[in-house]
């Protein structure tokens, strides 16, 4: 390609761009593309993958990244992985996953932890290198396995059993024993819960839903629209980010297990979970827990192209915020979805794709009447107007975390994926990403459509 032929390419795209609406692109600094990304199938804990470590998890979906993209190993330069409830044996768990994964030992890897918002950290990391010019290529990632927690002796246990570790004599082992008492046996279950007030995330999600007046009927019905949607994205091949796993000693898993369209009768004959009797978070209308993995590949554009690859999209903007973890736990979207808006200088009308993250129908729902709620936005916000309602015509077409799954540390880059996938799909040019996290903390990203 000659260097005419070339600016005459560059002009052409930037034309294709600014026909619909303007580009994101910031003078001076390098455009960050997702190449492309993959999933493991996200499976209700307890199912095919409950023998596995989370390790093996994070192995497939970078196997499974390597497979799609055909990136040679060697060219990455960083591999960043998010993860929740840590496996002690594999702390880092993305730099055991990348040797496993036949990474070369050369190329460094750190995993992250931000609550739900693991894997947007993870991306948002490699954004950070790749605009910074500290890299190139960078494979960013998240896994979450729920079936195999860690259990813990209870504290006086533990510091018994490290004492009689120290002991040096007969005599002071039998001192130690002797201090030994039945109740010292209760394990410490871990609990997804707020260390600052103690409080479980679905009681949280319950008094925000009744604090929004959020029906349970509403709640039902916007459950059962995930679902529906997720089996009809499932059966027409639209979730193109899952790749096949072959669980060793098992069948190959194909497809997420926990998309189950029911009806708001079956749905109502539910109990609460959380706040009884008169809660009105159930099963139903919570995300699952759930085992899985997902990774994408992050290129600076100049250098995916140089490679010959297609981006799938350019990742833009992005904020994170935080708020008071007691009775704003759940509410990040809102107070993120302005923020990154005005910085990318968007409206929420110039958004085409919104994907946010479904911890409780109630939270989504609760979210929405914050959006759209001037005296929300004046009085808890600082802003003159409100932040505006995403059309639900756009909003997580193909389903969300209710129905898809939600492991903790991956779930971003699922979101991700979903926002590119679509803009390709639906010829749309901006996505919104978002999602609420433990910690009251939040995040959202632009995803802007690579022109084809």
């Not at 708020?323 to 929420?348: H, R, S, W």
Request: hydrophobic share 40%.
């Amino acid at each position: 390609m000659t260097l005419v032929s070339g600016w005459l390419l560059y002009g052409w795209i930037i034309a294709v761009q600014t026909k619909t609406k303007k580009t994101l692109a910031k003078p001076n600094i390098r455009n960050v593309v997702v190449v492309d990304g993959v999933r493991t199938p996200f499976l209700l804990s307890g199912t095919s993958y409950k023998d596995l470590m989370p390790h093996d998890l994070a192995r497939a979906a970078l196997t499974g990244l390597l497979h799609r993209t055909s990136v040679p190993k060697e060219v990455v330069d960083y591999i960043i992985f998010g993860t929740v409830i840590q496996e002690v044996k594999t702390s880092n768990v993305a730099r055991e996953a990348a040797l496993g994964a036949g990474f070369s030992d050369k190329t460094p890897a750190h995993t992250v932890t931000m609550a739900c918002i693991s894997a947007n950290q993870a991306m948002t990391t490699g954004v950070g290198l790749i605009a910074s010019g500290q890299c190139d290529v960078i494979v960013a990632g998240g896994v979450e396995l729920m079936s195999d927690i860690p259990i813990r002796h209870s504290r006086k246990m533990r510091k018994l059993m490290l004492d009689l570790n120290k002991a040096k004599s007969m005599g002071q082992r039998l001192s130690l024993i002797s201090k030994f008492r039945f109740n010292f046996l209760a394990p410490e279950l871990p609990a997804v819960a707020e260390f600052s007030t103690n409080e479980t995330m679905g009681h949280s999600a319950d008094r925000l839903a009744a604090a929004f007046a959020v029906s349970r009927l509403e709640q039902d019905e916007y459950a059962l629209r995930s679902h529906s949607l997720a089996k009809k994205a499932q059966d027409e091949g639209l979730l193109s980010d899952v790749v096949p796993f072959k669980v060793p000693g098992k069948d190959t898993v194909t497809k997420d297990n926990g998309i189950r369209p029911s009806s708001l009768e079956q749905m109502a004959k539910l109990k609460p979970a959380f706040i009884k009797p008169y809660g009105t978070v159930t099963a139903a209308n919570s995300s699952f827990l759930t085992d899985g993995a997902s990774a994408v590949l992050i290129m600076a554009e100049e250098k995916a192209l140089a490679m010959g690859y297609k981006p799938k999209a350019y990742l833009r903007d992005f904020m994170y915020v935080s708020q008071d973890p007691k009775d704003q736990l759940l509410l990040g979207p809102t107070y993120a979805t302005p923020k990154v808006l005005e910085k990318a200088g968007l409206t929420i009308n110039d958004i085409d794709a919104f994907e946010f993250h479904e911890a409780f129908s109630g939270q989504i729902l609760a979210n929405f009447k914050a959006m759209d709620s001037d005296w929300f936005a004046e009085n808890y916000m600082s802003r003159k107007t409100k932040v505006g309602l995403p059309p639900l015509e756009k909003f997580n077409n193909w389903g969300g975390s209710l129905s898809l799954g939600h492991p903790f540390g991956a779930t971003g880059c699922r979101l991700v994926m979903a926002a590119a996938n679509r803009l390709r799909k639906e010829g749309g040019q901006y996505g919104l990403v978002a999602a609420c996290a433990a910690g009251g903390q939040g995040h959202a990203m632009i995803v802007e459509a690579y022109p084809k």
